[in-house]
């Protein structure tokens, strides 16, 4: 199953492409933020796929995260950055 993290920061959007069945992170990208944060995340999404070989049907779930989250109008969800630091560190220390 493929899901993609959009972190749509104050300085820079980075974007994620992970493959949770094999645990594994298929491709990262980051760009300088800008006006248009939609369209720069949206780019950089697409051009991760390509370079993945994925289409956006491939993806199961994209959720975004970042002082400009709520301007990522394709995510399936957003989430504040607290709340993934949080989930960060109980799948990597659940006890």
């Known amino acids: 199953m493929i899901t993609a993290g959009i972190d749509a920061g104050s300085r820079a959007i980075k974007v994620a492409l992970y ?3 094999q ?3 298929l491709r990262f990208g ?3 933020q800008g006006i248009e944060q939609e369209a720069l995340a949206d780019s950089l999404f697409e051009r991760l796929l ?3 070989d994925l289409t956006r ?5 994209i959720v975004a995260t970042g002082y400009g989250r709520q301007l990522i ?4 969800a957003t989430v504040t950055e607290i709340t993934c630091h949080a989930a960060g ?3 990597l220390m659940p006890e």
């Open 89 to 91: 560190v109980y799948w």
């Open 23 to 25: 645990q594994s992170l």
């Open 73 to 76: 109008g394709f995510a399936d």
């Open 50 to 52: 390509k370079e993945a």
């Open 57 to 61: 049907e491939a993806v199961h779930r």
């Open 19 to 21: 493959d949770a069945t």
């Open 30 to 32: 980051m760009v300088d």
